[in-house]
């Protein structure tokens, strides 16, 4: 059986929050890795010429129909339309999704000013895990609070709160070498609970996730 393809570096970075979603959803895929960091020519021109887009195109996502989507924020709204990971409450339940989302991504936007390899200052590393991370992480602890539910949205597990923990996990949690979410004990529990998830806890324990790259402490330069 064809398998629908994801065109990204072997790293979690901007795909990985479509990797849980596609886990979470039943959804198997293959990953298409580039020849390395950063892409060689060919790699480019593919991208280019599938996905059409003059600048950025990955993540991408290929169907077996041929279908082609680009763009992070895009995928992971169609993986989510195909895996039934939308809220179901209408329309200030569609308005919260989105809100949410963009909240996870202005999380990783700050988090990837943080990265020392890439350039960022010590300082920005330290203001990253001593300032935002508070603030941001107070902020989703409580919409969560007030949601009155173990998720964000609802009562069962969406689009949403897989791209919270994401930024949650990979943009933080997984670099900075102390327990940051004791102060928030409704964000710790729900970090748990989407780790259960049977979907996301089966990807999370297999090689296709342990064979790529994580974000860890040398991000901060320490």
Known sequence: MTLPKLYYYKLTGLAHHIRLAMSA?????EDVFPGGFPPTDEDKILWQKLGGNSTTNIPMLEMPDGKIYTQSSAVLRVVARMCDLLPTGGDDELY???KLL???TDFRDKAVKSFVPWGATPEAAESFMNEVVPLHFGNMERILTESGSNFFIGDKLTVADIS???AVENFACSRIPRDILENFP???EFKSRVEENSGI???LASEKFQDISKF???TLGL
Not at 25 to 29: A, E, I, L
């Open 25 to 29: 959803g039943g959804m198997d895929w």
């Open 96 to 98: 919260l999704t989105d």
């Open 102 to 104: 963009a909240d996870a």
């Open 164 to 166: 919270i923990y994401d």
């Open 186 to 188: 409704k964000l710790k």
């Open 201 to 203: 806890a089966a990807y």
């Open 216 to 218: 860890d402490k040398s």
